[in-house]
């Protein structure tokens, strides 16, 4: 057949093709051996080629080129060329793609690739727009037939390599939505930047069309612009689904006015309704019906969480141990383990009581505990009041105003930032929190003003609030305010704007950090102004450039270090590739002591600051990596040798990295590792490494953990600073009994709400200096941890907003991406009915059919409406 196709008579030539042709098609094969056909001709390609290039143009010309379109499959690709197969495709009969079938026309997408990124090239050295018309005729083949057989994910790649994804649109349906969205979401987490959000905004598109509100609503928080989301909360019509949409931005800490603006609703009752979930104003509500379901309501004392009698012999004896450390230390498990539950056994246990001290009867609440505390003590006890009655704001202001009126001013400023801590998340329309706090913003005593700052910042976190900018820029500004005063009115600026990149408040901080004296420079919280200013850039990727330019013209003092810091938020999350190795090549360097190696002894004490830069660039190796799973992984592995070999600054910043990745997911192997270091020889490791298992275990009562724990605080019994460590870890790990978590992703760790993690990274960047801030006077720097704990729970509502209980499955979560057929979500499931506990890497889907939810992922607060197709089954 070969040599007759070459035969000079046309009708003979033609006969043989198409005989050829046939045969190609109905070779069958199995999946191993290659087809009979192919096989006999591959040696015969040349001949064809030659025979193609001496025939006159025609059909016959165009029958041999498909054939040897098909049989150029199989050859090697040659550079700076265009490939063989592709080639004899655009010369040949324009024929339906689909007739050579799939492999064929995924090894013709894979040419269009590189010969689009090849023309391209060539383009750009000649310096003009290279010309690919031939082959977008080609791509708009290719994308219907991959659509149409389940290759959603090949057509998204194809449109990617040749940068048309605006052509994706068109060809989505109701059928294939799902599989071709979940493939673009799951892409933008690792492609560069302008393209991830581009990714992001066709699959928003997609929604869109297919009526999807609450996965639009998902993508539109991920891309973080303003008004996707409130493009996405016009589109919707339906009450029910409006709701769900509230719920999740309450969620994601991103609220939209209702009153005015774009998204004003006109009806006065929906709006109300809307208002109070999207402030979350029953959060407290709910969590405590939590509480009640899971009967853990009654209240709990330190000694039931540390469990002193299952520890061996070495009780610490007498003096050895610093009483005031361990009341502050019990003040901090209290406050942390009865979050939320407006009951304790320490502050809110009136007299008559098993007590028996006969404490003063107060708003029934019991004085007699804050002043068991040393003086800055009495500020962190007071202010536990306000974490015993988180998120409950009718009830829980009234029990704290009395703190307010108190002679002690550190009574008076824990009574300030409780006020700040009860309003954590929740947004009020009277604003209490503004009223009560604003007039101490600026008296004599620092730490009333540092209460009144730091309780704004917790309050209206994420808020956007511009009185909160009026009141904190000149406080910032102004040079005869305390350093750490100004420190933490910038980190309350930066929560309260967190990622918004606000003009006055970067122009402040810039101009505090710009004109502050040397001297000031020098105290360890002129770091924190840096990360205020850090956090208003968080997740803002390239918008930090500008700033960084400016922060390499500030004193050498502090300008390496809030380069980092900048770099460090402003990538936060994004995954950057190319950053995470900039970063990492910092922890290696080794800095330029001045002096001579010598009088190390004397010098090295003053010249620490430059090692600081290097701390932050291990930490923000793990806020980069920290958003999908792959980049986790790495990171933890890259932070294995840093522990090894890095310098003394890089050693201590692993465990709080380490921390960070594993945000209340304590795996096993995380808590070996941070066992380990919590043993160091180096304090500052070891420190580190104690608090940051309590990071880890957050909120998830491991009972490993809390073993792991209780044998660490034996072993530091003579130590007083190691010990309150663990012992606020053994707080964090029983938080909220058990129904709190830390982790700032949610919805499937698709999302990671920026407000969560501007309060975790505060918390780490105290945890790189413990000795000035949480073991030094300002412990109550442990409160902004309180930003980013949420109940982790999934609770099901009816129409009506009642709680409604049905059965779930929950399971671990099993990542599906592109794979065929209908794959289960979830593996290794428990039916249980709600409202129920999810754990990390968790996942939940609804038992029966009877109802309907409204949102694709069951998470938080899900509304179920029911299945009108639903058929009860008889007894």
């Given at each position: 057949?070969?040599?007759?196709?070459?035969?000079p008579?046309?009708?003979?030539?033609?006969?043989?093709?198409?005989?050829?042709?046939s045969?190609?098609?109905?070779?069958?094969?199995s999946?191993?051996?290659?087809?009979?056909?192919?096989?006999?001709?591959?040696?015969?390609?040349?001949t064809?080629?030659?025979?193609?290039?001496?025939?006159?143009?025609?059909e016959?010309?165009?029958?041999l080129?498909?054939?040897?379109?098909?049989?150029?499959?199989t050859?090697?690709?040659?550079?700076?060329?265009?490939p063989?197969?592709?080639?004899?495709?655009?010369l040949?009969?324009?024929?339906?793609?689909?007739?050579?079938?799939?492999e064929?026309v995924?090894?013709?997408?894979?040419e269009?690739?590189?010969?689009?990124?090849?023309?391209?090239?060539?383009s750009?050295?000649?310096?003009?727009?290279?010309?690919?018309?031939?082959?977008m005729?080609?791509v708009?083949?290719?994308?219907?037939?991959?659509?149409?057989?389940?290759a959603?994910?090949?057509?998204?790649?194809?449109l990617?390599?040749?940068?048309?994804?605006?052509?994706?649109a068109?060809?989505?349906?109701?059928?294939?939505?799902?599989?071709?969205?979940?493939?673009?979401?799951?892409?933008?987490?690792?492609?560069?930047?302008?393209e991830?959000?581009?990714v992001?905004?066709?699959?928003h598109?997609?929604f869109l069309k297919?009526?999807?509100?609450?996965?639009?609503?998902r993508?539109a928080?991920?891309?973080?612009?303003?008004?996707?989301?409130?493009?996405?909360?016009?589109?919707?019509?339906?009450?029910?689904?409006?709701?769900?949409?509230?719920y999740?931005l309450?969620r994601?800490?991103?609220?939209?006015?209702l009153?005015?603006?774009?998204?004003e609703?006109e009806?006065?009752?929906?709006?109300?309704?809307?208002q109070?979930?999207?402030?979350?104003?029953?959060?407290?509500?709910n969590?405590?019906?939590?509480?009640?379901?899971?009967?853990?309501?009654?209240?709990?004392?330190?000694?039931?969480?540390?469990?002193?009698?299952?520890?061996?012999?070495?009780?610490?004896?007498?003096?050895?141990?610093?009483?005031?450390?361990?009341?502050?230390?019990?003040?901090?498990?209290?406050?942390?383990?009865?979050?939320?539950?407006?009951?304790?056994?320490?502050?809110?246990?009136?007299?008559?009581?098993?007590?028996?001290?006969?404490?003063?009867?107060?708003?029934?609440?019991?004085?007699?505990?804050?002043f068991?505390?040393?003086?800055?003590?009495?500020?962190?006890?007071?202010?536990s009041?306000?974490?015993?009655?988180?998120?409950?704001?009718?009830?829980?202001?009234?029990?704290?105003?009395?703190y307010?009126?108190?002679?002690?001013?550190?009574?008076?400023?824990?009574?300030?930032?409780?006020?700040?801590?009860?309003?954590?998340n929740?947004?009020?329309?009277?604003?209490p929190?503004?009223?009560?706090?604003?007039?101490?913003?600026?008296?004599?005593?620092?730490s009333?003003?540092?209460?009144?700052?730091?309780?704004?910042?917790?309050?209206?976190?994420?808020?956007?609030k511009?009185?909160?900018?009026?009141?904190l820029?000149?406080?910032?500004?102004?040079?005869?305010?305390?350093?750490?005063?100004?420190?933490?009115?910038?980190?309350?600026?930066?929560?309260?704007?967190v990622?918004t990149?606000?003009?006055?408040?970067?122009q402040?901080?810039?101009?505090?950090?710009?004109?502050?004296?040397e001297?000031?420079?020098?105290?360890?919280?002129?770091?924190?102004?840096?990360?205020?200013?850090?956090?208003?850039?968080l997740?803002?990727?390239?918008?930090?450039?500008?700033?960084?330019?400016?922060a390499?013209?500030?004193?050498?003092?502090?300008?390496d270090f809030?380069?980092?810091?900048?770099?460090?938020?402003?990538?936060?999350?994004?995954?950057?590739?190319?950053?995470?190795?900039?970063?990492?090549?910092?922890?290696?360097?080794?800095?330029?002591?001045?002096?001579?190696d010598?009088?190390?002894?004397?010098?090295?004490?003053?010249?620490?600051?430059?090692?600081?830069?290097?701390?932050?660039?291990?930490?923000?190796?793990?806020?980069?990596?920290?958003?999908?799973?792959?980049?986790?992984?790495?990171?933890?592995?890259?932070y294995?040798?840093?522990?090894?070999?890095?310098?003394?600054?890089?050693?201590?910043a692993?465990?709080?990295?380490?921390?960070?990745?594993h945000?209340?997911?304590?795996?096993?192997?995380?808590t070996?590792?941070l066992?380990?270091?919590?043993?160091?020889?180096?304090?500052?490791v070891?420190?580190a490494?104690?608090?940051?298992?309590?990071?880890?275990?957050a909120?998830t009562?491991?009972?490993?953990?809390?073993?792991?724990?209780?044998?660490?605080?034996?072993?530091?019994?003579?130590?007083?600073?190691?010990?309150?460590?663990?012992?606020?870890?053994?707080g964090?790990?029983?938080?909220?009994?058990?129904?709190?978590?830390?982790?700032?992703?949610?919805?499937?760790?698709?999302?990671?709400?920026?407000?969560?993690?501007?309060?975790?990274i505060?918390?780490?960047?105290?945890?790189?200096?413990?000795?000035h801030?949480i073991?030094?006077?300002?412990?109550?720097?442990?409160?902004?941890?309180?930003?980013?704990?949420?109940?982790?729970?999934?609770?099901?509502?009816?129409e009506?907003?009642?709680?409604?209980?049905v059965?779930?499955?929950v399971?671990?979560?099993?990542?599906v991406?592109?794979?065929?057929g209908?794959?289960?979500?979830?593996?290794?499931?428990?039916?249980?009915?709600?409202?129920?506990?999810?754990?990390?890497?968790?996942?939940?889907?609804?038992?029966?059919?009877k109802?309907?939810?409204?949102?694709?992922?069951?998470e938080?607060?899900?509304?179920?409406?029911?299945?009108?197709?639903?058929?009860?089954e008889?007894?």
């Amino acid at each position: 057949m070969v040599v007759r196709s070459a035969d000079p008579k046309a009708g003979v030539a033609k006969l043989a093709m198409e005989t050829m042709r046939s045969e190609i098609k109905s070779a069958t094969s199995s999946m191993t051996s290659v087809p009979k056909p192919l096989k006999f001709l591959r040696p015969h390609l040349q001949t064809l080629k030659d025979t193609y290039a001496k025939l006159k143009p025609g059909e016959n010309k165009k029958l041999l080129a498909d054939i040897i379109s098909l049989l150029a499959m199989t050859d090697a690709p040659i550079d700076d060329a265009m490939p063989e197969s592709l080639k004899y495709r655009l010369l040949g009969s324009n024929e339906d793609i689909g007739t050579w079938g799939h492999e064929y026309v995924r090894n013709l997408a894979a040419e269009i690739g590189t010969e689009f990124h090849r023309r391209q090239d060539e383009s750009a050295k000649e310096g003009k727009d290279a010309d690919v018309e031939d082959l977008m005729g080609l791509v708009s083949e290719v994308i219907p037939f991959h659509m149409k057989h389940n290759a959603e994910p090949e057509a998204v790649d194809l449109l990617i390599e040749v940068e048309r994804l605006d052509l994706l649109a068109p060809h989505v349906n109701e059928g294939n939505y799902a599989r071709t969205c979940l493939y673009l979401f799951s892409c933008s987490s690792y492609l560069p930047e302008p393209e991830d959000s581009e990714v992001l905004k066709v699959a928003h598109e997609i929604f869109l069309k297919v009526g999807k509100l609450t996965d639009a609503m998902r993508v539109a928080c991920r891309l973080g612009l303003q008004d996707y989301m409130e493009k996405t909360f016009l589109a919707s019509k339906d009450k029910l689904e409006k709701r769900q949409l509230c719920y999740m931005l309450a969620r994601h800490g991103h609220p939209l006015r209702l009153d005015e603006g774009p998204c004003e609703i006109e009806d006065g009752d929906e709006l109300e309704e809307l208002q109070i979930i999207m402030s979350n104003s029953n959060l407290s509500a709910n969590y405590l019906t939590l509480a009640r379901d899971l009967d853990v309501m009654e209240a709990k004392l330190p000694e039931d969480i540390y469990k002193t009698h299952l520890m061996e012999g070495r009780a610490p004896a007498g003096a050895a141990v610093d009483s005031a450390r361990a009341n502050l230390a019990a003040t901090f498990v209290n406050a942390f383990v009865n979050a939320g539950y407006g009951q304790d056994k320490l502050l809110t246990a009136s007299e008559g009581d098993t007590e028996g001290e006969g404490a003063s009867s107060g708003a029934g609440s019991n004085v007699s505990w804050i002043f068991k505390n040393k003086d800055h003590g009495k500020m962190s006890a007071a202010a536990s009041l306000g974490s015993i009655l988180l998120w409950d704001v009718e009830d829980g202001l009234p029990r704290v105003d009395n703190y307010l009126y108190s002679m002690e001013q550190q009574v008076v400023a824990g009574g300030l930032l409780a006020v700040g801590l009860i309003n954590v998340n929740v947004r009020n329309d009277c604003d209490p929190a503004y009223g009560l706090l604003y007039e101490s913003v600026n008296k004599e005593n620092s730490s009333v003003r540092i209460g009144a700052i730091m309780g704004l910042g917790l309050a209206y976190a994420g808020c956007q609030k511009e009185e909160v900018q009026e009141l904190l820029v000149p406080v910032v500004t102004d040079d005869s305010t305390p350093i750490d005063v100004a420190a933490f009115a910038a980190l309350s600026l930066g929560l309260v704007f967190v990622g918004t990149c606000h003009e006055e408040c970067v122009q402040a901080i810039v101009q505090a950090l710009m004109l502050r004296p040397e001297k000031d420079l020098e105290d360890p919280f002129a770091h924190f102004l840096c990360l205020g200013l850090g956090l208003i850039f968080l997740q803002r990727q390239g918008e930090v450039e500008a700033t960084l330019e400016v922060a390499k013209t500030l004193p050498p003092r502090i300008s390496d270090f809030l380069q980092v810091t900048l770099e460090a938020c402003a990538y936060a999350g994004s995954g950057n590739v190319l950053k995470v190795q900039a970063l990492l090549a910092r922890c290696g360097e080794h800095p330029e002591l001045d002096g001579d190696d010598a009088n190390e002894g004397a010098d090295s004490e003053s010249q620490e600051w430059k090692y600081d830069p290097q701390s932050i660039a291990a930490l923000g190796v793990a806020l980069i990596a920290s958003a999908e799973e792959l980049g986790s992984d790495m990171a933890v592995r890259a932070y294995d040798h840093l522990i090894q070999y890095g310098d003394a600054a890089v050693r201590k910043a692993c465990p709080v990295g380490l921390a960070l990745l594993h945000i209340s997911n304590p795996k096993l192997n995380v808590t070996d590792v941070l066992g380990r270091l919590s043993h160091d020889s180096n304090e500052d490791v070891a420190q580190a490494a104690s608090l940051a298992l309590g990071i880890v275990g957050a909120g998830t009562n491991n009972a490993r953990l809390a073993s792991q724990l209780r044998q660490l605080s034996s072993y530091y019994y003579k130590d007083p600073s190691l010990l309150f460590l663990v012992r606020v870890a053994q707080g964090l790990v029983h938080m909220g009994k058990g129904l709190l978590t830390l982790s700032p992703s949610h919805s499937d760790h698709s999302l990671h709400s920026n407000v969560a993690l501007a309060g975790l990274i505060t918390v780490a960047f105290a945890m790189l200096d413990m000795k000035h801030t949480i073991l030094g006077k300002h412990h109550y720097m442990l409160y902004y941890l309180f930003v980013a704990a949420q109940p982790r729970m999934l609770m099901t509502v009816d129409e009506e907003g009642k709680p409604l209980p049905v059965a779930v499955r929950v399971g671990q979560a099993v990542d599906v991406v592109g794979q065929a057929g209908r794959p289960k979500t979830i593996t290794g499931f428990q039916t249980h009915t709600t409202p129920v506990l999810l754990s990390a890497g968790d996942r939940a889907e609804l038992a029966t059919e009877k109802y309907i939810a409204i949102a694709s992922v069951l998470e938080g607060v899900v509304i179920l409406k029911p299945n009108p197709e639903w058929i009860e089954e008889k007894e």
